[in-house]
């Protein structure tokens, strides 16, 4: 059974930066794509990015681009979520999900989900 467990959230400051970290375990992932998304109150939940566990591509939302970084440490089965320049709205619940295919994660699909870590930034 897949489980992804979520870490690194926490208070921050407009401007600040964090790292959420994304531990797997359950089975192998190759071929796989790790991502991240984010629900916010009353919002719907978006895609934020994600990055293929064997080949090295990385999608990216829009709003995103440029001040986080998704990346990937094989050896302990896990994905990262560095997140700099963060902004009140980039507040959230951050989930980990796994999706064998790109194109559901794109729009907000996955197979396995995490629980979530909450990400609060103050003006």
């Known amino acids: 059974q897949v489980q992804l467990v979520e870490s690194g959230g926490g208070l921050v400051q407009a401007g600040g930066s964090l790292r959420l970290s994304c531990a797997a375990s359950?089975?192998?992932?190759?071929?796989?794509?790790m991502g991240w998304f984010r629900q916010a109150p009353g919002q719907e939940r978006e895609f934020v990015a994600a990055?293929?566990?064997?080949?090295?591509?990385?999608y990216y939302a829009d709003s995103m681009k440029g001040r986080f970084t998704i990346s990937t440490d094989k050896a302990k089965n896990t994905v990262y979520l560095q997140m700099n320049g963060l902004k009140p709205e980039d507040t959230a619940l951050y989930y980990c999900?796994?999706?064998?295919?790109?194109?559901?994660?794109?729009?907000?699909?996955?197979?396995?989900w995490g629980q979530g870590t909450q990400v609060t930034v103050s003006s």
């Open positions: 990055i293929g566990w064997s080949a090295p591509s990385t």
């Open positions: 999900a796994i999706s064998q295919y790109i194109a559901p994660m794109r729009v907000g699909r996955a197979d396995y």
């Open positions: 359950g089975r192998t992932f190759n071929s796989l794509w």
